[in-house]
């Protein structure tokens, strides 16, 4: 039985999670109209959960051993309770992307730079996207409108109509 935008429920979050993915990415893609605005609100309500969370972190002393034998005592930040319950949820609604390349970055470079980060996507929205909102909430004082919908005329072929969604 389709849905909303003509779909099962199954084939919509699927889309949804992949497309909200390229758009936390990208900062901005082309679509349909119609799946524009299904994606607005999934993307906002994903940014709003990392936005309440980002600063939760935990300093931890642990003890390790060094290359020589000796043990060393090692200060570690991990994630508190409420930023590793909003990763894992965040986790759930997008798809994982793999880390790219940058232009003119050697084999070598681009394996030491992704060396610790096994989700680049997840990690991108705690490290530069919440940061960025959380800021902007506090100078405008208020929440959500991250992303914005600019209608782009109808597309060749089949006349849909399309629009371009990206984060503001």
């Given at each position: 039985?389709?849905?909303?935008?003509?779909?099962?429920?199954t084939?919509?979050?699927?889309?949804?999670?992949?497309q909200?993915?390229?758009?936390?990415?990208?900062g901005?893609?082309?679509?349909?109209?119609?799946?524009?605005?299904e994606?607005?609100?999934?993307?906002?309500?994903?940014i709003?959960?990392a936005?309440?969370?980002?600063?939760?972190?935990?300093?931890?002393?642990?003890?390790?051993?060094?290359?020589?034998?000796k043990?060393?005592?090692?200060?570690?930040?991990?994630?508190?309770?409420?930023?590793?319950?909003?990763?894992?949820?965040i986790?759930?609604?997008?798809d994982?992307?793999?880390?790219?390349?940058?232009?003119?970055?050697?084999?070598?470079?681009f394996k030491?730079?992704t060396?610790?980060?096994?989700?680049?996507?997840?990690e991108?929205?705690?490290?530069?996207?919440?940061?960025?909102?959380?800021?902007?909430?506090?100078?405008?004082?208020?929440?959500?409108?991250?992303?914005r919908?600019?209608?782009?005329?109808?597309?060749?072929?089949?006349?849909?109509?399309?629009?371009?969604?990206?984060?503001?």
């Amino acid at each position: 039985m389709p849905g909303k935008i003509g779909m099962t429920a199954t084939q919509r979050v699927a889309l949804l999670r992949n497309q909200a993915a390229c758009l936390l990415w990208h900062g901005r893609i082309e679509t349909t109209k119609g799946k524009a605005k299904e994606l607005q609100p999934y993307v906002e309500k994903i940014i709003t959960l990392a936005i309440n969370s980002y600063e939760d972190t935990v300093e931890e002393t642990v003890t390790v051993t060094n290359e020589k034998g000796k043990e060393v005592q090692q200060k570690i930040v991990k994630d508190g309770a409420k930023k590793l319950a909003a990763r894992r949820a965040i986790m759930n609604k997008v798809d994982s992307l793999p880390e790219v390349k940058a232009p003119g970055e050697s084999k070598k470079e681009f394996k030491v730079r992704t060396k610790n980060i096994k989700h680049p996507l997840i990690e991108k929205i705690f490290n530069e996207i919440a940061p960025k909102y959380a800021e902007r909430a506090k100078e405008l004082g208020q929440g959500g409108g991250y992303t914005r919908i600019y209608l782009n005329g109808q597309r060749k072929g089949d006349a849909a109509e399309t629009a371009i969604i990206e984060l503001v």
